[in-house]
């Protein structure tokens, strides 16, 4: 896996902790890698999920850093998302 994807497991497990997301969600970092989510938290893999986001490597450095709100992202078309829209907002208001 990629450095992107190791230190985005640890930021990501930290923002979810105490967050029930209610399913599986995929960040696919284009490129760098797939991070899956679950109530458990955050880890490297590839697997089907509920919902899956879609962004380059800058645009999800800059959602983890809190510079990019997730909203804004998709609604700029930097951030895609397919399956399911409610927990994906469920998802970026635990990142916020």
Do not use: W, Y
Request: charged share 25%.
């Amino acid at each position: 896996m990629s450095d992107i994807v190791n230190e985005a497991v640890v930021v990501l497990n930290e923002k979810l902790q105490g967050n029930d997301i209610g399913g599986t969600a995929k960040f696919d970092i284009a490129g760098e890698g797939c991070i899956m989510m679950d109530d458990a938290g955050a880890r490297a893999g590839d697997e089907p999920a509920d919902v899956t986001l879609s962004a380059d490597a800058d645009t999800f450095r800059s959602i983890l850093e809190g510079e990019t709100n997730p909203t804004a992202a998709f609604m700029s078309g930097k951030l895609s998302v397919d399956g399911d829209m409610g927990m994906a907002m469920k998802l970026a208001a635990a990142l916020a």
